[in-house]
């Protein structure tokens, strides 16, 4: 069992704060970071992946709570929140958002199982122990929809004795107030267990003049159960019980930007007109003009099961886990005070998954992790509605409709996988793996054009013969009714072979190649009733990566770097269509940069760090669309060709050319009874576009954003208070959007938090 570290040691840590140095007479060390990227522990530092580790005390003093608060912390990872969900985007790869029935190309783990949908990770990170990222393709040990790369997110395990953790935090001027109980110890000599509640409320910090309130309010309620049985001497099993409630109400998405200068095209003005009425003032601030009904409800439960147990000195691991939730989504979609669209889907998903897992035992001349995994997941979206207040002239409202539409899919997969290490020598061994996959989806989809905010199609004589006026309005968006079943299956491939030189006793040098693939699947929310524009295709990429780690001056300093060179065919690309997320196949693209991690503990009370990355991920063969505002058309639209463009050298979406992040941390006692610990980080990103159509108005510019933290913690580590600031540079960003159905010229896009001050306290008896 794992005895607690005080909170402040344990929060100092390289690369992105991922190990903390050793304070005492002698000069200062690095600690050693173990992972268990390659499905066993080991040290971060012989790992041939390049991979930031950040620990939960990390994350908590940086104030951050969810997946898209850590990116500013690990160069090369970008989350884009979108209306339905957060976008995961490593090294310029990621796609996804909005598809309820697409895998993110970043497969998240959650203490070894998989998440393969959105709304799993929307709610706040709880007692987590440490996040490790994974950068590159991670196909054999992690699955065929790791593509980019993985996260695996570790929860904090049960003590071996008895500890009370007691945490409250504030931020303001929002009023954001975040509460978590920790009960963990012993039950008895074999049984220990752990028990979490969390209640959170992120503060507003939009206003709305339409609904005369702050918006967006965040409420979250989670609690958590472990429990770990030493059932023998060589057998552990631990079960993990959790069930959250996640309720957002208004939104942070809005009118960003308005071209007066667009050419003007169907319902333009009308929807001009009617948000100008309603008082839209086009500016990307912090007030937003949403209209209707914008409400999110997620309720989520999961259980893991692990069992792990020596046969000998080789390691068999039993991993299984259920999940499921259910989502109710109210959206205003087109973001601004005009009534254009509005839009409610209920989603209900369901994953069971198992894998049986063996490792041989370290330090033999032949070494290898094999086993088996199987999943089977279910999504049903039982009601999806679109209302179109369209409010064409003549017609008036006799053009209002709504789209109501039903999907059903079921995947099961299998895969076997096997990695093998052969040490040639003390100094020199080689790694192959492959993993064989086969999945098999089967969908059906459903929609019919109804009367304004009905589920019904008309009944009464007067809906009936307005029915051809809906159905010729609706046509205009490239919606129809339809009903029809899909079924892919698809068998793949993956595998990786590395190699690993210690150069010293301190530096590793290693080369990999790996290949990797990403199933293809099914566009749940489209409107169109063309069944080809349902299925996207299998994702595949190819990586060459070499790197350096290694621990400087007797381990005073850190230095990681590596170099990676990717190339996708089929690339699955996430577009927003006005009035859904659509996903389709670009033809190729390359991603390669340089990752740099270095940490410095200058002496015992002083620690720096700095991570750095430079990428270029761009389309090597992209035939995409165009921007609807004629006036940002590149030369290369082609409108005879239905509005394309060639995108061939063009940025990838989420993709900045630098980014990177700089810490410096001073700890010191001062007195017999406080420890003082003062640090400041700096997070970097350069210009990056989020419009798949590189519309210069859906870009977000360079910026820098500042944290810092001042903490005291008494020497017997019962109790921590600490002043926090986040984005003290005040910077108003922003990382997905897109254009408004209809209204060439029209932007909106989220609104990220300002500048925000915060005191936390924590409370630990043991």
Same mark, same amino acid.
């Given at each position: ?300 439960? /999961?259980?893991? %099961?692990? $069992?792990? +147990?020596?046969? &000998? @000195? ?5 991993? *299984?886990? !259920? ?29 069971? /998954?198992?894998? %049986?897992? $063996?490792? +041989?035992?370290? &330090? @033999? ?5 094999? *086993?088996? !995994? ?36 079921? +995947? ?355």
């Amino acid at each position: 069992m794992n005895f607690r570290v005080k909170k402040l040691q344990r929060a100092i840590v390289t690369a992105v704060m991922a190990s903390a140095p050793l304070y005492g007479n002698a000069a200062p060390q690095l600690e050693e970071v173990v992972v268990t990227a390659q499905k066993r522990s080991e040290s971060a530092q012989d790992v041939p992946i390049s991979i930031n580790a950040v620990s939960g005390d990390m994350l908590e003093a940086n104030g951050v709570s969810n997946l898209e608060g850590m990116a500013g912390m690990v160069p090369n990872l970008n989350i884009g929140d979108s209306p339905d969900g957060n976008m995961i985007v490593m090294r310029g790869l990621g796609s996804g958002t909005g598809n309820p029935s697409f895998e993110q190309s970043v497969g998240l783990y959650v203490d070894g199982i998989y998440a393969a949908r959105g709304p799993q990770f929307q709610v706040p990170f709880v007692d987590v122990e440490r996040v490790e990222v994974l950068r590159g393709p991670q196909g054999v040990l992690f699955g065929k929809n790791s593509i980019a790369g993985a996260i695996a997110i570790h929860s904090a395990k049960p003590s071996s004795v008895t500890e009370v953790d007691l945490s409250a935090s504030y931020i303001g001027p929002q009023g954001t107030f975040d509460t978590t109980a920790v009960l963990s110890g012993p039950l008895s000599d074999s049984l220990f267990g752990r028990v979490v509640a969390k209640k959170a409320t992120d503060g507003e910090y939009m206003y709305s003049p339409i609904n005369k309130q702050d918006e967006q309010q965040n409420d979250t309620s989670a609690l958590r159960g472990i429990l770990v049985w030493d059932v023998a001497e060589s057998t552990t099993a631990t079960l993990k019980l959790e069930h959250a409630d996640y309720n957002e109400e208004g939104t942070n998405f809005q009118i960003s930007d308005y071209d007066r200068t667009a050419p003007p095209e169907l319902f333009t003005a009308a929807i001009i007109n009617d948000a100008t009425a309603g008082g839209e003032d086009f500016t990307h601030n912090y007030t937003g003009y949403s209209n209707g009904r914008t409400e999110l409800e997620l309720a989520s439960d /999961s259980a893991t %099961l692990n $069992i792990t +147990s020596m046969l &000998g @000195e080789h390691e068999l691991t039993i991993l *299984g886990g !259920y999940s499921s939730y259910e989502r109710v989504n109210y959206s205003d979609v087109d973001f601004s005070a005009s009534s254009l669209l509005h839009r409610v889907q209920e989603e209900d998903y369901e994953q069971s /998954s198992l894998e %049986l897992r $063996i490792a +041989s035992p370290a &330090g @033999e001349t032949i070494e290898y992790v094999a *086993g088996l !995994y199987w999943i089977d997941r279910h999504l049903l979206i039982p009601r999806a509605r679109l209302d179109l207040d369209i409010l064409v002239p003549v017609v008036a409202d006799l053009s209002n409709a709504s789209l109501y539409s039903e999907y059903d899919e079921s +995947s099961t997969a299998y895969s076997g996988f096997g990695q093998v290490t052969w040490n040639f020598a003390d100094t020199l061994r080689a790694s192959l793996g492959v993993r064989y996959s086969n999945e098999t989806k089967d969908a059906a989809a459903f929609q019919t054009v109804n009367p304004y905010g009905s589920d019904e199609g008309p009944s009464d004589p007067v809906d009936i013969l307005q029915q051809p006026i809906r159905l010729a309005i609706t046509s205009q968006l490239g919606a129809q009714p339809f009903e029809f079943d899909l079924g892919r299956e698809e068998n793949n491939v993956d595998g990786t072979f590395n190699i690993q030189w210690d150069a010293t006793d301190n530096a590793m040098v290693y080369g990999t190649i790996a290949k990797a693939t990403k199933g293809g699947g099914f566009n749940a929310t489209s409107i169109s009733g063309d069944p080809d524009d349902w299925e996207f295709d299998t994702e595949q990429a190819i990586n060459y990566e070499v790197g350096l780690k290694s621990d400087l001056f007797d381990r005073r300093a850190r230095l990681n770097v590596s170099i990676f060179y990717t190339q996708f065919e089929d690339l699955q690309v996430s577009s927003f269509d006005g009035t859904a997320f659509k996903t389709g196949n670009a033809a190729s693209a390359t991603s390669k940069g340089v990752e740099l991690e270095a940490t410095f503990a200058m002496s015992e009370k002083v620690l720096l760090g700095l991570n750095a990355a430079y990428l270029q991920a761009t389309f090597d063969e992209y035939i995409g669309s165009c921007p609807l505002n004629s006036n940002v058309w590149s030369a290369s639209c082609q409108e005879s060709d239905g509005a394309t463009q060639d995108l061939a050298g063009k940025s990838l979406d989420q993709a900045p050319e630098w980014s990177g992040s700089l810490f410096a941390e001073y700890r010191t006692n001062i007195s017999d009874d406080w420890l003082l610990a003062a640090r400041v980080d700096g997070q970097y990103s350069d210009m990056f576009s989020y419009n798949p159509t590189q519309d210069p108005y859906s870009t977000q510019e360079a910026f820098w954003k500042f944290n810092m933290q001042i903490a005291f913690e008494t020497s017997d580590g019962a109790w921590t208070i600490a002043l926090n600031g986040y984005n003290l540079s005040d910077e108003k960003t922003k990382n997905f959007g897109g254009e408004v159905l209809q209204a060439p010229g029209l932007y909106w896009a989220n609104t990220q938090a300002p500048r925000q001050y915060g005191l936390s306290l924590n409370y630990h008896f043991e």
